[in-house]
């Protein structure tokens, strides 16, 4: 277990002691905690302390208290002496050493002890590379976009908004997995199919299914569930027609009764919020009944007190599924439902499939591996080079975007993928190539006797860390890297929501190309491997722990985007 001495340093931690030590004195301690009720007052509370994250700021300050924040607390903005003092000596499970707090121009600002932060985070690195705190429950994941209609979509008949759903679900999965949960995901997919094959080519692992799989008398038990159930609309179930596209289908396996179901009583009665008002009266068709056999299915084992489903789908067919959760709530599910809406892909001036685009990609990226390394560009090595570079391109075009949001891609042909431009993907895998490069240059080192073998770091002087880039990585990357983690589980955790949830499912490509930048512009100033003296070898020690730390979180962050780092680039 944990202990105050030994538990990872949290920035969210670091804020809520700083805050408290700001604010225990403030307005007679007693009226503070009155005011901090109400709407203000608890946006001013949030607002108390700022991390700062620009080189520039973190020249001279690591948190900053505004002078705007300390008037609405002390009279005049003066900060008592206690305040500082408290400050100076905050302790607590989580929270980062200070170094030192003044007040200045800009407010109260408070530094962090480098070194002792340093030291703490590189010598127990495991901790800063897992979600802050591990969840139990079931999720089932549901991609509406997979669902088969006639048959199971194709590369070719997929669309480019239906494969960002895919994405966004099987990201999702990975995150949440790692926080805990139980994941499934739905529906399953004939083995061997067309499309399997594809998104096993993106890096997928979607479950499969015989192809003579059938779910048919699944399908016939939910049918008689809700023609029996309290939703039904009896006065029209006979001698009558659904409007345009409600027809029921008939032949073999075909519906010849009608069913309607009231949506909007289901809503009502069960206090469902943030569903379309418009839901109305559905008919049930073929269609859905198997998509709601194949969800009934894939929750069977799921204790139901636990279970949370999510669907995955795009804008267009929100109201679709919003449909179909009501149906599934009908039959009698009892499992939560939330639907993460993700918005349209455009590519201007141009129409293509998913195939296609992924087809365009792979070619972009091997013409500019062609261009950089020449005739090298052969063999079974480079052909999985270039798969994991084109799906590195691939997710992050498409998962960097908030989910709820539009993606502009540029599909023209003449195009060539960038190796080194700083966004997306490919600049990611080579800074994180970069990374095992210096890393074998150091071992084949070791093997010559240039360099002994790197020491625990509790041998190092890690005040030997005083390059600016050097703190900014420590700071802004592998400190809040378990507190990113968290961040899906908070939100699905959240109650009073309504149906749709935002997961934030930007965060880690954004993350890992902002590490990029930064690392990027670190790695070409400093030159870690230095002349093999004695007297050097501290600090050459302590940047190489910093940036195996650094290795091993691209790795972790990657692993969510399944993505396997490559060794070159």
């Known amino acids: 277990m944990e202990t105050e001495e030994t538990s990872p340093f949290r920035v969210a931690s670091t804020v809520r002691a700083l805050r408290f030590a700001l604010r225990r004195d403030a307005e007679n301690g007693a009226d503070a905690e009155r005011a901090d009720s109400g709407e203000r007052s608890a946006n001013e509370r949030d607002k108390l302390w700022f991390k700062e994250s620009s080189a520039k700021n973190l020249r001279n300050r690591d948190f900053l208290a505004p002078n705007t924040v300390l008037a609405t607390l002390y009279a005049h903005g003066q900060v008592p002496p206690a305040v500082l003092s408290r400050i100076l000596t905050l302790r607590g499970n989580g929270v980062l050493p200070v170094a030192g707090c003044e007040v200045t121009a800009e407010g109260l600002r408070v530094s962090v002890d480098h070194c002792a932060a340093f030291r703490g985070v590189l010598c127990g690195m495991a ?9 139990q429950g079931c999720v089932l994941i549901n991609c509406p976009a997979l669902h088969a209609r006639q048959a199971p979509p194709s590369p070719d008949s997929l669309t480019l908004g239906q494969l960002r759903t895919i994405l966004i679900a099987d990201h999702i999965g990975a995150l949440l997995r790692r926080q805990g949960y139980s994941v499934s995901f739905c529906p399953g997919l004939p083995e061997e ?14 479950p499969a299914v015989s192809v003579s799989w059938t779910n048919e008398d699944r399908e016939e038990k939910i049918r ?81 007190s636990m279970a949370t489903v999510l669907h995955v789908t795009s804008c267009q067919d929100e109201f ?31 129409q293509m499939s998913s195939a296609q685009y992924l087809q365009l990609r792979r070619a972009q990226m ?24 084109t799906c590195a391109t691939v997710r992050f075009e498409l998962l960097s975007t908030v989910h709820t949001s539009p993606v502009t891609l540029d599909v023209q042909r003449e195009g060539v993928v960038s190796t080194k431009g700083p966004r997306g993907g490919v600049f990611v895998m080579y800074n994180c190539a970069r990374l095992h490069t210096l890393f074998s240059s150091y071992e084949k080192g070791v093997e010559q006797g240039l360099y002994p073998e790197v020491p625990a770091g509790t041998e190092l002087d890690f005040s030997a860390l005083k390059e600016e880039g050097e703190w900014l990585l420590l700071f802004n990357y592998l400190i809040p890297f378990s507190e990113l983690l968290d961040q899906s589980a908070q939100a699905l955790e959240l109650e009073g929501g309504g149906a749709r949830v935002n997961l934030r499912t930007e965060q880690v490509c954004r993350f890992l190309v902002s590490l990029s930048k ?8 400093v030159h870690v491997l230095g002349e093999p003296l004695p007297h050097l070898f501290n600090q050459m020690f302590c940047r190489l722990l910093l940036l195996k730390a650094l290795r091993e979180l691209y790795h972790n962050a990657l692993d969510s985007l399944n993505l396997p780092p490559i060794p070159q680039l």
């Open 224 to 304: 008689n569930i809700l023609e029996n159930c309290t939703y039904r609309e009896r006065e029209k179930e006979r001698g009558k027609r659904g409007s345009k596209g409600e027809e029921m289908e008939r032949g073999d396996g075909g519906m010849t009764d009608e069913v309607r179901i009231n949506l909007k009583r289901v809503m009502e009665e069960v206090e469902l919020h943030g569903y379309d008002p418009s839901l109305g009266t559905c008919t049930v068709q073929r269609e859905a009944l198997c998509h709601l056999a194949q969800l009934d299915r894939a929750i069977e084992d799921f204790p139901v």
């Open 193 to 206: 199919s067309d499309i399997i094959n594809y998104l096993r080519t993106l890096g997928i692992d979607w």
């Open 366 to 389: 091997k013409e500019a591996s062609e261009m950089k390394y020449g005739d090298q560009v052969e063999g079974q090595t480079w052909e999985d080079i270039i798969r994991v570079m």
């Open 127 to 135: 901790a800063y590379l897992r979600p802050a705190a591990q969840r």
């Open 320 to 350: 679709r599924q919003q449909q179909t959760a009501m149906l599934w709530r009908a039959a009698g599910t009892t499992a939560t439902q939330r639907l993460v809406i993700c918005g349209p892909v455009k590519t201007p001036g141009s």
């Open 518 to 525: 930064d690392f990027s512009s670190y790695y070409n100033r």
